[in-house]
T-cell receptor, first 110, second 116 residues
Framework: GIQVEQSPPDLILQEGANSTLRCNFSDSVNNLQWFHQNPWGQLINLFYIPSGTKQNGRLSATTVATERYSLLYISSSQTTDSGVYFCAVGGDFGNEKLTFGTGTRLTIIP | DGGITQSPKYLFRKEGQNVTLSCEQNLNHDAMYWYRQDPGQGLRLIYYSQIVNDFQKGDIAEGYSVSREKKESFPLTVTSAQKNPTAFYLC???????????????FGPGTRLTVL
């Protein structure tokens, strides 16, 4: 099956800093999603981005499908950005299960 | 409000007991999924269903069972055969599978199961 690797595993930043989270995957995909898991465990959808670039406020994401990686950018970090960020990918059409990476734990210090 | 609900939020079970976790969605999604998350780990797929009365095993189906009698409901039973059931369980749904351009999954708030 598809392998998903996220880096770095942990990231500690001062409030206001920028960060880049990376997701590498081992095969072609038709679905790539970025999630933020809050302290209560809720998975919040950030981006659905199997290819291309999207932006939503201080967050943006880029997926280069041909090179099998995706990047999540967070600018001007706030303490509410703390949590775990997951990348998840899906492979075949008609079988839309997601394979998750192990996440990046982001801690923003005031 | 459209969304996915899971109940209960917390569940405690004695060893040897079966328990059923509820998942309901009113998004009119065809596909539903159950994932398990262990501490410090990503999510792993237990079962998924693309249409009513049909479901498939995921990567870690042993010790679990599901049913899909209604489009909006996909309950998960954790049986006594599951050797290490303590975990966080998340349910998800997505629109009709096979739609090429948009099959984003959305998640419920989860159920934390603890076996005593």
């Amino acid at each position: 099956g598809i392998q998903v690797e996220q880096s770095p595993p942990d990231l500690i930043l001062q409030e206001g800093a920028n960060s880049t989270l990376r997701c590498n995957f081992s095969d072609s995909v038709n679905n790539l999603q970025w999630f933020h898991q809050n302290p209560w465990g809720q998975l919040i959808n950030l981006f659905y981005i199997p290819s291309g670039t999207k932006q939503n406020g201080r967050l943006s994401a880029t997926t280069v499908a041909t090179e099998r990686y995706s990047l999540l950018y967070i600018s001007s970090s706030q303490t509410t950005d703390s949590g775990v960020y997951f990348c998840a990918v899906g492979g075949d059409f008609g079988n839309e299960k997601l394979t998750f990476g192990t996440g990046t734990r982001l801690t923003i210090i005031p | 409000d459209g969304g996915i609900t899971q109940s209960p939020k917390y569940l405690f079970r004695k060893e040897g007991q079966n328990v059923t976790l509820s998942c309901e969605q009113n998004l009119n999604h065809d596909a539903m999924y159950w994932y398990r998350q262990d501490p410090g780990q990503g999510l792993r797929l237990i079962y998924y269903s693309q249409i009513v009365n049909d479901f498939q095993k995921g990567d870690i189906a042993e010790g679990y069972s599901v049913s899909r009698e209604k489009k909006e409901s996909f309950p998960l039973t954790v049986t006594s055969a599951q050797k290490n059931p303590t975990a966080f369980y998340l349910c998800a749904s997505s629109i009709l599978p096979g739609q090429v351009y948009y099959n984003e999954q959305f998640f419920g708030p989860g159920t934390r199961l603890t076996v005593l």
